[in-house]
Nanobody
């Protein structure tokens, strides 16, 4: 599975941003998809994930109520809608796929930088 992320950028505090990640490959349609992030000097953090067959998506406590993950199966694309952004949301966001745990994933996309300015 190959993952191509896009949508990062510079946004002001309280603003919104949408990240997209297109999955391709033979098994892309049947893979879990999610997002991690890593800020400078910090460990990588699982932000949101959609598990195939899962009842509801997972969102980390730090983003719950502000971020929303969704998936367009026809396009093999997962989205991360981020609103009420805070400076602490500044990080490189990575699309992830396959077997996903709280610390790692089977497949990775390239990172996309999100910078929230105060």
């Amino acid at each position: 599975v190959q993952l191509q992320a896009s949508g990062g950028g510079l946004v002001k505090v309280g603003g919104s941003l949408r990240l997209s990640c297109v999955a391709s490959g033979r098994t892309a349609r049947n893979t879990n998809l999610g997002w991690f992030r890593q800020a400078p000097g910090t460990e990588r953090e699982l932000v949101s994930v959609m598990i195939l067959g899962g009842i509801s998506p997972y969102h980390a406590d730090s983003v719950r109520g502000r971020f929303h993950i969704s998936r367009d199966n026809a396009k093999n694309t997962v989205y991360l809608d981020m609103r009420m952004l805070k400076p602490e949301d500044t990080a490189v966001y990575y699309c992830a796929g396959g077997s996903i745990t709280t610390t790692t994933a089977e497949y990775w996309g390239q990172g996309t930088l999100v910078t929230v300015s105060s």
